[in-house]
Nanobody
Framework: QVQLVESGGGLVQAGGSLRLSCAAS????????MGWFRQAPGKEREFVAA????????YYADSVKGRFTISRDNAKNTVYLQMNSLKPEDTAVYYC?????????????????WGQGTQVTVSS
């Protein structure tokens, strides 16, 4: 069983930055690929970014490429999402997720464990 706890969300003006963190329980964190997803009101949950177990491979949605950076610290069992140049359309609840297959994937059904989410609101 893996427990994931997100933090770092909040209210920010357009053009600002936030860094989300996701702390994972368990000693096998370094074996998992990790992903960030988001869900805006009335919309489906969508892929944002993913990172391989080693951190050597990352993948981003086109909508965030060049603005967001995913990273991980396996010694701290934590994955991060640095979000820069935020836009109002980035407003959503952001979720981190763990993929026990350790593959970098972009679909929600590929992930085995989910956090409770953290709200990000970007004002115009």
């Amino acid at each position: 069983q893996v427990q994931l706890v997100e933090s770092g969300g909040g209210l920010v003006q357009a053009g600002g930055s936030l860094r989300l963190s996701c702390a994972a329980s368990g000693s096998t964190f370094s074996r998992y690929a990790m992903g960030w997803f988001r869900q805006a009101p009335g919309k489906e949950r969508e892929f944002v970014a993913a990172i391989s177990w080693s951190g050597g491979t990352t993948y981003y949605a086109d909508s965030v490429k060049g603005r967001f950076t995913i990273s991980r610290d396996n010694a701290k069992n934590t994955v991060y999402l640095q979000m820069n140049s935020l836009k109002p359309e980035d407003t959503a609840v952001y979720y981190c997720a763990a993929d026990l297959s350790s593959r970098v994937r972009t679909t929600t059904r590929a992930y085995d464990y989910w956090g409770q989410g953290t709200q990000v609101t970007v004002s115009s």
